[in-house]
Every structure is written in C-alpha cells, then in structure tokens.
C-alpha cells in the first residue's frame, strides 16, 4: 500500500534523493522548494507520484500554497519530512539581524508552522521527521561560525522531543536526524576545501528507510547520522 508524505527542499541534494528513494518503494510524495524547474524534472521521473508545489516556505503565502493543495486534494498525510535547510556560515560578531531571522525561518519556524498546519491532515501512525544537524546536538563539537545554523537546528532536535511527547496520545511520532557531512551544494559551499565521506543518494536512502520504519520502534529520539562533522 502506498503512503503519502510531504517533503520539504527537495529540488536537490538530500531531499532530492529522498523523494526518489520514496517513489521508488511506490510511494506519493508532495515536494515543496522554490526552484520550479528542478522540481518538475524531479517529477518527470515519476509522473503518477510525485506531486510538485513551488513555495517558499519561509512565507506564510508559500506556506498556504502547500497546505491549501493538500486540503483541495484530500490528502491524508503519513508524515512529513521538515528537509529544507539554510546554511549561513559567518563569524558570530559578523551575524546579521536579517542573518538570524533567515536562519531561524527556515530552519526552525518553517518546520513549526507547517506542522502544526499540516497536523489536521495527518493519518494516525505517521511520522514526523526532522532533518538536523552534528551542529545542533547536544554535546557535539561546535565549529566557528556555524552558531546561528547550529542554534537553530538545536531548537528544531528539541521541538522533536517536545512533539513526541504532545502528539503521542494520536499516535504520531516524532524523531530528528542529525546528519554529518553530505557532499552536497550546501556542503560545498560551506566548505569548500574539505570532501564529505556521505553522498546525497546514500544519505537519502537511509531517510526514506528510517522515514518508513523507526517510529513504530521509537518515539521522540534525536539521533547522530554522522561518519564526519562540521556541518
Ligand atoms: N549536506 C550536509 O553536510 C548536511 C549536514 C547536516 C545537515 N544537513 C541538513 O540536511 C538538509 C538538506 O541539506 P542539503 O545539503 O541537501 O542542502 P541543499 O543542497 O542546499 O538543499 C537545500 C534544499 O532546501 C530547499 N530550500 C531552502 N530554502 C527554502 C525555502 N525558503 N523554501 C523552500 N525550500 C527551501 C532548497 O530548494 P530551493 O533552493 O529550490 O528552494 C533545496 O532543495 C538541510 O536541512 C541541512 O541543514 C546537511
């Protein structure tokens, strides 16, 4: 039986190899990011499953976008996986107000709002999936100039055990992966000197295994996913 879920910044890197991984094991997907063009090839590859929103989900326009396709269409939703990401990487004292609020919306609010948007709209069993950061977990090493990245993703792994426990009673998990370094755009432009151990269509493999399966063995877990840090 198919599922249907929602991921967010999937017009590259791991959320582009998510989707296909998902679609590949027949699974609908509803992809959201702001890059029409890399969205419809995406769809291309799998026209019957792959449903395309461009949106930027940092707006409260884009985000109704999203959430008003899903009320239109009826879909019941078996979780959604809060992928797309920022990175802005700067000395502390070099942050910027506007640096801070970008960083914090899509990292963290987006994910909080179109949860709880998207919460009427979930089937009992589904699973919340939070795309974090090394950066963000409690007790990793902390690099220089990653603090508003890495703030933001440690609110978001904290947000995941907080959902757990609020959600549990309508069986709806919630868990956070907290990825090392992918080779991704992101990646490389971050560090451009250094070759992450982690390719996208591995990384995105494992997702969609543990998007599938981990919630009906855990609940609330924030998890490292990591070969190497920084990012
Ligand atoms: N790569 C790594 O080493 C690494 C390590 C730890 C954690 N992560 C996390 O893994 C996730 C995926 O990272 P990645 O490396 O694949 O990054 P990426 O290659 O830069 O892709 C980011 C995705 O997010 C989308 N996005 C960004 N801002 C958006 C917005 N305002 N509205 C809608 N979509 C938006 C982008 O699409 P558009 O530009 O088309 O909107 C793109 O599809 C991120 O959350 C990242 O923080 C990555």
Same mark, same amino acid.
């Given at each position: 039986? *198919?599922?249907?879920?929602?991921?967010?910044?999937? *017009?590259?890197?791991?959320?582009?190899?998510?989707?296909?991984?998902?679609?590949?094991?027949?699974?609908l997907v509803t992809?959201? /990011?702001?890059? @029409?063009?890399?969205?419809?090839?995406?769809?291309?590859?799998?026209? @019957?499953?792959?449903?395309?929103?461009?949106? $930027?989900?940092?707006?409260?326009?884009?985000?109704?976008?999203?959430?008003? +396709?899903?009320?239109?269409?009826?879909?019941?939703?078996?979780? #959604?996986? +809060?992928?797309? &990401?920022?990175? #802005?990487?700067?000395?502390?004292?070099?942050?910027? $107000?506007?640096?801070?609020?970008?960083?914090?919306?899509?990292?963290?609010?987006?994910?909080?709002?179109?949860?709880?948007?998207? =919460?009427?709209?979930?089937? *009992?069993?589904?699973?919340? =999936?939070? #795309? &974090?950061?090394?950066?963000?977990?409690?007790g990793s090493s902390?690099?220089? &100039?990653?603090?508003?990245?890495?703030?933001?993703?440690?609110? =978001?792994?904290? =947000?995941?055990?907080?959902? /757990?426990?609020?959600?549990?009673?309508?069986? #709806? *998990?919630?868990?956070?992966?907290?990825? &090392?370094?992918?080779?991704?755009?992101? !990646? @490389?432009? /971050? !560090?451009?000197? !250094?070759?992450?151990?982690?390719?996208?269509?591995?990384?995105?493999?494992?997702?969609?295994?543990?998007?599938?399966?981990?919630?009906?063995?855990?609940?609330?877990?924030?998890?490292?996913?990591?070969?190497?840090?920084?990012?």
């Amino acid at each position: 039986m *198919s599922n249907h879920y929602v991921v967010t910044g999937s *017009s590259r890197g791991i959320g582009y190899e998510l989707v296909k991984s998902l679609a590949n094991k027949n699974h609908l997907v509803t992809v959201v /990011a702001r890059s @029409e063009e890399k969205l419809t090839s995406l769809r291309s590859l799998f026209p @019957e499953q792959i449903f395309p929103i461009t949106a $930027d989900i940092t707006t409260e326009e884009g985000r109704n976008t999203l959430i008003g +396709h899903i009320k239109e269409k009826s879909i019941s939703l078996d979780g #959604i996986v +809060h992928n797309a &990401g920022l990175l #802005i990487k700067k000395p502390f004292e070099e942050l910027t $107000d506007d640096d801070w609020n970008r960083q914090l919306d899509v990292n963290l609010l987006a994910p909080v709002f179109l949860t709880r948007d998207l =919460l009427p709209h979930m089937n *009992s069993g589904s699973h919340i =999936l939070n #795309i &974090g950061s090394m950066g963000g977990f409690q007790g990793s090493s902390k690099f220089p &100039g990653l603090s508003a990245y890495s703030v933001a993703k440690g609110a =978001l792994s904290v =947000l995941t055990e907080c959902l /757990a426990a609020e959600l549990a009673d309508r069986n #709806i *998990s919630s868990n956070c992966l907290c990825l &090392g370094a992918v080779q991704t755009e992101m !990646f @490389e432009a /971050a !560090f451009p000197d !250094f070759q992450a151990p982690v390719q996208p269509g591995d990384m995105g493999r494992y997702i969609s295994e543990f998007l599938l399966d981990a919630h009906k063995l855990f609940n609330g877990r924030v998890l490292p996913v990591s070969l190497a840090d920084p990012s």
